[in-house]
């Protein structure tokens, strides 16, 4: 079972950039068809951000974040990254980083989740 830690959360001013980190341990990302980052704001369901194939590296947007949010990962580093330009207040919420094992199957090991704030 793999262990998944984000980090690189914060507060910062709209219009400003994070980058978010997701490092895997216990069982490598290549073992995995794809990786995501999902999202939960106060108050809401949480929500599908990005994801990624290992196979490839074919990324898919929220319409919500696309052109703005750019999800990469290091197999090398066994790290997943969310590039996330052009903050808005409505991007604050626990980001979560979460693995799927096939193609059918659900995503699994979440994360603690690392928090962002984006004040106006």
């Known amino acids: 079972q793999v262990q998944l830690l984000e980090s690189g959360g914060g507060l910062v001013q709209a219009g400003g950039s994070l980058r978010l980190s997701c490092a895997a341990s216990?069982?490598?990302?290549?073992?995995?068809?794809?990786m995501a980052w999902f999202r939960q704001a106060p108050g809401k369901e949480r929500e599908f951000v990005a994801s990624i194939t290992w196979r490839g590296g074919w990324g898919q947007y929220a319409d919500s974040v696309k052109g703005r949010f750019t999800i990469s990962r290091d197999n090398a580093k066994n790290t997943m990254y969310l590039q996330m330009n052009s903050l808005r207040p409505e991007d604050t919420a626990v980001y979560y980083c979460?693995?799927?094992?096939?193609?059918?199957?659900?995503?699994?090991?979440w994360g603690q989740g690392t928090q962002v704030i984006v004040s106006s």
């Open positions: 979460t693995v799927k094992p096939s193609v059918a199957a659900s995503f699994e090991s």
């Open positions: 216990g069982r490598a990302f290549s073992t995995y068809v794809m």
